[in-house]
């Protein structure tokens, strides 16, 4: 059930694979904010995380 808010999640997934125990934390993540309030990345280099995260600044 989404969480009914206008907020967004963002997941950054570090590890170099989605183990299956990621994958059911995701999954319920998602169960509780509702997809469209989630955001699942995945940002290997520093200089890219930087990146991203300057063009997050604008978002509502």
């Known amino acids: 059930m989404p ?3 206008n907020a967004l999640f ?3 997934v570090l590890e170099p694979f989605v183990s299956r125990w990621m994958f059911l ?3 319920h993540v998602s169960r509780l904010v ?3 309030n989630l ?3 995945r940002v290997r280099e520093v200089r890219e ?3 991203r ?3 997050l ?3 509502p």
């Open 39 to 41: 955001w699942i990345t």
């Open 34 to 36: 509702g997809f469209e």
């Open 25 to 27: 934390e995701i999954q």
């Open 3 to 5: 969480c009914g808010c």
């Open 49 to 51: 995380r930087a990146a």
């Open 57 to 59: 600044q604008g978002l």
């Open 53 to 55: 995260a300057g063009s």
């Open 10 to 12: 963002v997941i950054e």
